[in-house]
Structures are given as C-alpha cells and as structure tokens.
C-alpha cells in the first residue's frame, strides 16, 4: 500500500513566513480559513472589484492586489481558475518571485502543459485536496478533513516537501490522510476522474436515468427522486464502507440488480471510450481544447452551461429541495 501521512508527520512551524492565497473561491476560502484557525499568517491575493474580496474581508482577511500579496508572501498558492492562471501569474506573480520563495497550486494542469514555467530558484510544490473546497472547509470546522495529494515539481531550498506537507496539515489533510504523488499523476488522473466518474460521467448517468422514466410517462418527482437524489445516500453509504457497506444496506433484489443489469450499462464500449479519454488527456489533446475555449471567449463552454442550466431535472429539483426544511432558504 502506499504510504500515507498524517498529522504527526507534517510540521506546521515550517508556515512559519506570510501564505498568499491568490483567489479567494471554492478552494480559495476553504484554504484560507482554515490555515488561519491553524494559526497561520494568511493574506488573499485578488483583483480589483472582485466579489470574492468581500467575502474575504468580512471573514476578517486581509485583502491585496494579487501582486502585493505575491511581492509580501513566502509561500503563494495559486488558487485562480485554471484558464486564467497563465495570464496573471506571468504579470503579476512571477516578478516577485525571488530567492527561497514557495510557489504551490492545488491542481497540476499548468505546470505540467507548461503554460506556467517558473524560475529555478523557487520551490514549486502542489497540495491538492481530493474534494470540493466548500468541503475542505466544513469538514475542517468539524474536526476532520478532506484527503489530499502533494507533489514537488522542484525542489530549490531543500525543503520543498516539508513545507507542502506542512501546508496539507494547515488546510486539514493530514487529519485524514496525504498521499505523495507527482504533478503528472495528479493531473491525468484528476481530469479522468472529473471527466468520466465524479463530474461527466455521473451527471450523463443521472440525465439518461431521468429523461428515460420520464420518456416513457413517469413523474417528473419520481424520476429525480430515483435517479438524483438517493444517488447521494448510496454514496455516503459506499464512502462510509465500500461498495459491500451500501450492498448490505440494500435490498436483495437491488443488490441482483445491481451485479446482473450494471455491467450492461458500463460495458466493454464504456471502457473502451474510458480509455480514448484518457489519451486524450495524457496527450495532451483536452488541455488544447480548454485552452484554446477560453482563448476563442468560452462561446462552446458559455452554450453548454445555459443548455445544461435548462434540462428539466434542475427545474423539479429546485421546486422538490425549496421544500427540504433543512436545507436554508435563499
Ligand atoms: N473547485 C474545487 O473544489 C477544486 C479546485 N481545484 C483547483 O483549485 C484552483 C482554483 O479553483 P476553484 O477554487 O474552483 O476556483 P473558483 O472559480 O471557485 O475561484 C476563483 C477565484 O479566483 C478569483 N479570480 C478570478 N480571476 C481572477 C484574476 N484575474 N485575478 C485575481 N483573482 C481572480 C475569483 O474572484 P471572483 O469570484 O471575485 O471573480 C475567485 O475568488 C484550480 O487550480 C482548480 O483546478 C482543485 C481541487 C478541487
Ligand atoms: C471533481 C472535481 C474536482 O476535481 C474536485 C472537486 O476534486 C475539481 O477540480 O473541482
């Protein structure tokens, strides 16, 4: 088994200088808060009129320009959105990279399709939590913590993976496991993963489900019930203990189902796109295509997210959840 580390590996003295957190979003917030309540000094690095810096203000941060955070920090993690990461790090980070400084990222897709090259004489490292931020932070509050990868791209002052660690435990991930990787690894197999289990090939699952009961006159209610909603109490369950925790929980007749009718669904066509996509990531072509998307003003992107905004699963759901008495209202 691979060898994982926790708390008592990681020293958090090593944050001992100022942590820029460049973004303040999903991820952004989630680092920041927490490597705060860790007892770090934290500033946020953000533009100028960019909703996020209220929100960072308010939870007590102190909020700069991306390039005075990056000129006052020791350790800068880069925590914008892929697309824009080469633009504002070669004009407003790399100037202030000097001499023993961290530069980090929590996701490898920069560095290695070299849209961001950095200097030789800066330590380049990735911390990347294997979950949504939003998580990364309540899991911390409560007293636990997203697993998350760490990789050293290079290595300048010697201590380069002492202080990713170190950053891992800060933001929570030590207290449920960090895993040693490269960023290579880390970014084939995140685009995988978010390409064809987690992201596209659940919402795909969870679509064809849907319009296949209501095609054939279910009700729309029904249909989201069985095709989007309970998939998150099986998953807690599958989480919690393996694929036989949620098989125990479950009647016979799913659990026959689920062995005689799954394996019709993904099939040896399934697996053999499985494989295409993962050339195409390991090649490169995908990372071309995003960029160039957000080169050309994200016109196919912009059309598939008002398309996707539209499918009339979001619809009923939105009316089925305004009615969960536990979730807030807006
Ligand atoms: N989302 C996730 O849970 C995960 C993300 N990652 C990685 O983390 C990184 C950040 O992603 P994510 O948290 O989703 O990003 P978000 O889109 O949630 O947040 C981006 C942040 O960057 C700010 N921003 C946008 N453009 C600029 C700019 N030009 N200059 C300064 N600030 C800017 C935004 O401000 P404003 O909103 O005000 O415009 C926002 O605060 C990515 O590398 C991603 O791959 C890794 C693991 C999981
Ligand atoms: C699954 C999507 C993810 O890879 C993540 C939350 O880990 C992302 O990049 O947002």
């Known amino acids: 088994m691979a060898r994982m580390y ?5 020293n958090l003295d090593l944050l001992n200088g100022t942590i820029a957190i460049i973004g303040y979003g999903s991820q952004g917030h989630a680092h920041a808060l927490n490597l705060k309540d ?3 000094n934290v500033i946020v690095g953000l533009y100028p009129g960019s909703k996020s810096a209220i929100k960072a203000k308010e939870s007590g941060l102190t909020v700069y320009s991306v390039e005075e955070a990056a000129k006052r920090a020791d350790f800068i993690m880069v925590l914008l959105p892929d697309e824009v990461q080469k633009t504002v790090y070669k004009n407003e980070i790399e100037p202030h990279l000097t001499e023993g400084k961290v530069l980090a990222f929590a996701h490898g897709f920069n560095i290695h399709f070299a849209q961001v090259v950095p200097p030789s004489n800066v ?4 911390v990347a939590p294997k979950g949504p931020g939003h998580l990364v932070r309540r899991t911390y509050e409560q007293g636990e913590g997203v697993p998350a990868l760490f990789a050293v791209f290079q290595d300048a002052s010697g201590q380069a993976r002492d202080r990713a660690m170190a950053y891992a435990k800060g933001i929570g991930g030590t ?3 960090i895993l040693e990787t490269t960023f290579r690894e880390e970014t084939e197999t995140d685009l995988f ?3 064809v289990v987690l992201c ?15 095609e054939a006159g279910y009700q729309p209610e029904v249909a ?3 095709c989007l909603h309970e998939v998150k109490l099986i998953v807690d369950l599958i989480v919690e203990g393996g694929l036989a925790k949620m098989r125990d929980s479950i009647s016979n007749t799913a659990e026959y189902g689920d062995f005689t009718r799954g394996p019709r669904i993904v099939n040896d066509d399934t697996r053999a796109e499985m494989r295409k996509i993962l050339l195409e990531i390991q090649t490169g072509q995908f990372a071309r295509e995003f960029v160039l998307e957000n080169q050309s003003g994200k016109p196919g992107f912009t059309a598939m997210r008002r398309r996707e905004a539209e499918h009339q699963i979001e619809a009923v759901g939105k009316d089925l959840r305004a009615m ?7």
Request: hydrophobic share 45%; glycine share 14%.
């Open 200 to 214: 596209g090939g659940l919402t795909a699952l969870i679509k064809a489900g849907f319009e296949t009961l209501v």
């Open 193 to 195: 993963g978010e390409q």
């Open 38 to 40: 860790s007892g770090a």
């Open 324 to 330: 969960f008495s536990w979730l807030k209202k807006a």
């Open 123 to 126: 330590d380049v490292v990735m």
């Open 175 to 177: 207290r449920a496991g």
């Open 6 to 10: 926790y708390d008592a590996d990681a």
């Open 224 to 226: 989201y019930f069985e």
